[in-house]
Antibody, heavy 123, light 107 residues
């Protein structure tokens, strides 16, 4: 079965750190770019970060640049998001998503999503 | 960044109704638009890509149209399982952005 399963969320104090993981199965993980998308409570979707299939290229939203680091281990079929200097506004459900990269625009959309993991930043 | 504005923000409809949701981009994005459905407590699900291409496994009552700045998602005959929030997303220009969502509720 094709699926993504996130883990690592929880309660963390402002300024703290957390590492999220996303285990992929049912497809050739290394062949696909991957991404993190978040959703604050009661709010809409916000793209956070993306990484190429090889891991050689990474992309970040301005809101997390310099604080979050995306990485992947293709031998373990796992995607990661290292989150440092966390703020209250980072509180959200974080979704792992598989990307379809569109050659004509170098853009992407998301064709497979995990169930999400909740990150709460609060003292 | 390109802004996407969905309208309406919410709507009430009955089973069997035809429902149309609009997504307007702040600048032209050709046909680089996707639509997602999200049910409460669940992950989003891809419905439409390239503005009008139906994702595999998605019922044919869902359809998308438009290009440039104006796009629509249409549900031809609303079913009980279609009550959810719908989001558009552009992938023409970095960074990819989402609309604010349209909640479809039971009338």
């Amino acid at each position: 079965e094709v699926q993504l399963l996130e883990s690592g969320g929880g309660l963390v104090q402002p300024g703290g750190s957390l590492r999220l993981s996303c285990a992929a199965s049912g497809f050739t993980f290394s062949s696909y770019a991957m991404s993190w998308v978040r959703q604050a409570p009661g709010k809409g979707l916000e793209w956070v970060s993306a990484i190429s299939g090889s891991g050689g290229s990474t992309y970040y939203a301005d809101s997390v640049k310099g604080r979050f680091t995306i990485s992947r281990d293709n031998s373990k079929n796992t995607l990661y998001l290292q989150m440092n200097s966390l703020r209250a506004e980072d509180t959200a459900v974080y979704y792992c998503a598989k990307l379809v990269v569109v050659a004509a625009t170098d853009g992407w959309y998301f064709d497979l999503w995990g169930r999400g993991t909740l990150v709460t930043v609060s003292s | 960044a390109i802004q996407l504005t969905q309208s309406p923000s919410s709507l009430s409809a009955s089973v069997g109704d035809r429902v149309t949701i609009t997504c307007r981009a702040s600048q032209g994005i050709s046909s680089a638009l996707a639509w997602y459905q999200q049910k409460p407590g669940k992950a989003p699900k891809l419905l439409i890509y390239d503005a009008s291409s139906l994702e595999s496994g998605v019922p044919s009552r869902f359809s998308g149209s438009g290009s440039g700045t104006d796009f629509t998602l249409t549900i031809s005959s609303l079913q009980p399982e279609d009550f959810a929030t719908y989001y558009c997303q552009q992938f023409n220009s970095y960074p990819q952005t989402f609309g604010q969502g349209t909640k479809v509720e039971i009338k």
